[in-house]
C-alpha cells in the first residue's frame, strides 16, 4: 500500500533525484556518465508511471491515487496529488517524451551536457507536478517552476535567435501565469468570505486552495465573477496553448530550440494549457464556460484555419510543424468547446495524439538537421533514394499527423468533428477545412524533401538512421498504430472523467436543491 499511496510523489520526483546526483556526484568532463543517469533517470520514471494504467479503476472514484499532508495551513494550502483518465494519459505521454528527449539527445548536444541534462530532468518534474496537482497553490508552483528549466533549454543550447525566443517564451508565459493567479484568489476569496456574505455554509467554505473543494461551490459563483476569473484563466491557458492571437512565441521557440526541447514543447507543455481548460476553466466556472462558447469556437476555427494557412507558406521544416500545432491545438479547442461528450472525448485523445505525432515530427526533423544544419525544403530532395528507412517513419508520422484512418490522428479528429457536428454543422465544416489544409502541407513537405532527384552532392552520401534514432520514433509509431486501430482502452479510462466534466458544465443549477449542487460528482438533471 505504502507503494500505491506515494507512487504519484516517486513518479513526479524520481526525475529530479536524477538530477541531484549529476549535480552533485558527476563532473562535467564525465560525458558518458551523465548521459546514462539521464537516460535510466528517465527510462525509470517511464516505467514507474506504467502502473497508473492498470492500477486506476475507470468507475472508481474521481480522483485517484491521492496524497494529501497539510503544507501551508495558515492560508489552507495543502500538498493534495491526485489523478484521473485525463491526466493519467497526459502524465505517461509526459514521462514517455521525457525518456525520448533524453535519448535522443546524445549527439545533438556536445557542449554543457551536465546543465543540459540536468535542465531536462528538471522540467520533466514541473511537468508532472502540474498534471498531478489538486491544489491551485501547488498546480502553480510547479506551473512557474516549468518555466526556469524551458528559459535555459531554449536560451543556451538553441539557435542563433535562442535568445530572443527564450526571452519571449518567457515572457508570454509569465504574463499569463500573473493574470491565473489573479484568478485563483478570486476564487479562494470568494469561498473564503463570499458565500458567507450570501448566507450559504456547510460546503466547505473555509479558506482553502484544493480544488476538490472549490468544485463545490462553483454552482454559487456569481456571473460577473465568473466572467473575469474565467478571463483571467483564459489568458494564462490560452497563451500556453496556444490558441490565435497568443501564439506568436510559439513558432520561435519551437525553432530555436534544441530538438528534444522541441518534443517537450510540442508534446507536453502546449497540453498544460488545454489540460487547464479542462481541469479547472470548465468545471469551475460552468455558467461563463457557457457564455464563452461562441467567441472561444470562433478563435478555434481561426486558429485551425489560420495555423494551416501560415504552415502551407512555410520552406522552414521545423517552422512548418510549428505553424501545424497552431492548427491541430485549434482542433483540441473546437472539440472541448463543443461542452458534449464526443467533442471533450475526442479533445483529450488529441491532445496525446499531438504529443506523438508532432513530437514525432519534430525528432525526424532533428535528426536530418543533425547531418545537414538546414532545415530549408530547398536543400534537400531525393532523401528517400539515400535514406529509406528514415523516409519510412518519416512518412508513418506524417500520416498520423494528416489524420490518415487506421492511425491515432483519424480518431481524435474524427470524434472532435462529430462532436463539433452535434454541436453546429458550420463548426465542423469550417474544423474540416483544416484536415484539408494539413494534408496539403504536409504532403507538400513530404514531395520537397524526399522525391525528386538529389541536386544537392552532400546529400548524397548522407547515412541513414542508426538503431539509436529508430528506437526513439518505435514507440511512437507503436501507439499511433495502436491508438489508431484500437482506441477503446483510451476511451475507456476516459470516459467517467470526460462524464464529470460534462456533467457539471451543462448543468441546469438554477433547478437544483443545495444539498445536490454540493456534490461535484453529482448526476446532471435530464436536459
Known amino acids: 500500500m505504502g507503494f500505491v499511496t506515494n507512487l504519484l510523489n516517486i513518479i513526479c520526483y524520481v526525475p529530479l533525484v536524477g538530477a541531484f546526483v549529476i549535480i552533485f556526484l558527476l563532473r562535467r568532463g ?3 556518465a551523465i548521459k546514462t543517469v539521464a537516460t535510466v533517470t528517465a527510462g525509470l520514471d517511464f516505467v514507474l508511471s506504467l502502473p497508473l494504467w492498470f492500477l486506476y479503476v475507470p468507475d472508481g472514484p474521481a480522483f485517484q491515487f491521492a496524497y494529501v499532508h497539510e503544507w501551508i495551513p495558515s492560508v489552507g494550502a495543502k500538498y493534495h496529488f491526485g489523478v484521473d483518465g485525463i491526466s493519467i494519459l497526459l502524465i505517461l505521454l509526459t514521462t514517455l517524451l521525457g525518456f525520448i528527449s533524453v535519448y535522443s539527445s546524445f549527439s545533438a548536444i556536445t557542449h554543457r551536457e551536465k546543465e543540459y541534462y540536468v535542465f531536462l530532468l528538471v522540467l520533466q518534474t514541473g511537468m508532472l507536478g502540474v498534471f498531478m496537482s489538486l491544489d491551485f497553490v501547488l498546480f502553480y508552483v510547479f506551473w512557474e517552476v516549468m518555466l526556469v528549466p524551458m528559459y535555459f533549454l531554449i536560451g543556451v543550447w538553441g539557435g542563433p535567435r535562442k535568445l530572443y525566443a527564450a526571452i519571449k517564451f518567457f515572457l508570454f508565459t509569465l504574463v499569463g501565469s500573473v493574470l491565473m493567479l489573479v484568478g485563483i484568489l478570486a476564487l479562494y476569496f470568494y469561498n473564503s468570505t463570499g458565500l458567507k456574505a450570501i448566507g450559504i455554509s456547510g460546503l466547505g467554505n473555509a479558506p482553502t486552495f484544493d480544488v476538490t473543494e ?3 461551490i462553483a454552482p454559487f459563483i456569481p456571473a460577473n465573477l465568473q466572467f473575469w476569473v474565467f478571463l483571467a484563466f483564459f489568458v494564462g491557458f490560452a497563451i500556453k496553448v496556444p490558441m490565435f492571437p ?10 530555436e ?15 498544460m494549457g488545454t489540460y487547464g481548460f479542462i481541469r479547472f476553466s470548465l468545471p469551475l466556472l460552468p455558467n461563463a464556460t457557457r457564455n464563452a462558447v461562441p467567441w472561444m469556437a470562433a478563435l ?21 510543424v510549428a505553424y501545424s500545432s497552431v492548427s491541430h491545438l485549434g482542433f483540441v479547442m473546437l ?6 461528450h464526443q467533442g471533450l472525448t475526442g479533445s483529450v485523445l488529441q491532445m496525446i ?19 545537414r544544419h538546414t532545415r530549408m525544403l530547398s536543400d534537400y530532395g531525393g532523401l528517400a533514394k539515400v535514406m529509406p528507412i528514415y523516409a519510412t517513419l518519416f512518412m508513418i508520422i506524417t500520416m498520423a499527423s494528416l489524420g490518415l484512418p487506421t492511425l491515432n490522428g483519424f480518431i481524435g479528429e474524427f470524434t472532435i468533428l462529430v462532436g463539433a457536428f452535434n454541436r453546429s454543422t458550420t463548426w465542423a465544416v469550417l474544423g474540416a477545412t483544416g484536415i484539408v489544409l494539413g494534408a496539403a502541407y504536409m504532403l507538400w513537405m513530404y514531395q520537397q524533401a524526399f522525391f525528386g532527384e538529389i ?17 526513439t520514433l518505435i514507440p511512437l509509431i507503436i501507439l499511433c498504430f495502436w491508438i489508431g486501430l484500437y482506441p477503446k482502452p483510451f476511451f475507456r479510462i476516459l470516459e467517467p472523467s470526460i462524464k464529470r466534466v460534462e456533467q457539471v458544465v451543462n448543468a441546469d443549477y438554477a433547478n437544483r436543491p443545495i444539498a445536490q449542487l454540493a456534490s461535484p460528482s453529482a448526476q446532471a438533471p435530464e436536459r
Open 30 to 32: 564525465q560525458s558518458a
Open 214 to 216: 472549490l468544485f463545490k
Open 246 to 255: 497568443f501564439h506568436t512565441w510559439l513558432p520561435d521557440a519551437h525553432v
Open 257 to 271: 530550440a534544441p530538438t528534444a526541447g522541441s518534443v517537450i514543447l510540442a508534446g507536453v507543455l502546449l497540453k
Open 300 to 320: 478555434a476555427i481561426i486558429g485551425i484555419i489560420y495555423g494551416a494557412l501560415v504552415a502551407m507558406a512555410q520552406k522552414d521544416m521545423k517552422k512548418l
Open 335 to 340: 472539440g472541448m468547446f463543443a461542452l458534449n
Open 353 to 371: 495524439n499531438h504529443g506523438l505525432s508532432t513530437g514525432g515530427l519534430f525528432l525526424l526533423v532533428g535528426i536530418i538537421y543533425e547531418r
Open 455 to 471: 541536386t544537392h552532392e552532400e546529400n548524397k552520401v548522407l547515412k541513414d538512421v542508426n538503431l539509436r534514432e529508430q528506437w
